[in-house]
């Protein structure tokens, strides 16, 4: 029968050719897909955009895209949106980054202090924005 074979070497086909089972490496069972009854999916035609990805950190490219846009616009309000953007889930979470990271259950006093700046001069910036909108369309 399989006396003179070691079973390292024995490989055991199913008899459905659904897995091919190889007894190898310490004598563990490393199944594997046969590719014999797989359909040949890499024979059509695939469109390049369902291959494309976001990229990782999607929000980060377009928070400088959003900064460099308002440093040459001038318009502040767009930095005013980005602060708020910033501050929402910060204090959804509790927790604020600016210089050193604020956390409201170690100090809240100063959190909420930073977090109503934060909210103020968002909103600043953008009436500022409105205001000086108005002016020009009025005038």
Same mark, same amino acid.
Request: charged letters at 15%; hydrophobic letters at 55%; zero cysteines.
């Given at each position: 029968?399989?006396?003179n074979?070691k079973?390292?070497?024995?490989?055991i086909?199913d008899?459905?050719r659904?897995?091919?089972?190889?007894?190898?490496?310490n004598f563990?069972?490393?199944?594997?897909?046969?590719?014999a009854?797989?359909?040949?999916?890499?024979l059509t035609?695939t469109p390049f955009?369902?291959?494309?990805r976001a990229?990782?950190? #999607?929000r980060?490219?377009l928070?400088?895209?959003?900064m460099? @846009? =308002?440093?040459m616009?001038?318009?502040?309000?767009i930095l005013? $949106?980005?602060?708020?953007w910033w501050i929402?889930?910060?204090?959804h979470?509790g927790?604020?980054?600016?210089?050193?990271?604020?956390?409201?259950?170690?100090?809240?006093v100063?959190? #909420?202090?930073?977090s109503t700046?934060?909210?103020v001069?968002? @909103? =600043?910036m953008?009436l500022?924005?409105l205001y000086?909108?108005? $002016?020009y369309i009025?005038?």
């Amino acid at each position: 029968m399989l006396k003179n074979s070691k079973l390292s070497d024995l490989t055991i086909i199913d008899p459905a050719r659904k897995f091919n089972i190889v007894k190898k490496d310490n004598f563990k069972i490393y199944p594997y897909v046969s590719t014999a009854d797989m359909p040949h999916h890499h024979l059509t035609a695939t469109p390049f955009w369902k291959h494309l990805r976001a990229p990782k950190h #999607w929000r980060s490219m377009l928070a400088i895209a959003m900064m460099i @846009l =308002a440093t040459m616009t001038g318009y502040y309000s767009i930095l005013g $949106l980005l602060f708020l953007w910033w501050i929402l889930p910060a204090i959804h979470f509790g927790e604020l980054h600016f210089v050193e990271v604020i956390n409201i259950r170690r100090d809240p006093v100063m959190f #909420w202090v930073m977090s109503t700046f934060w909210i103020v001069t968002s @909103l =600043a910036m953008i009436l500022w924005d409105l205001y000086m909108f108005t $002016l020009y369309i009025f005038h």
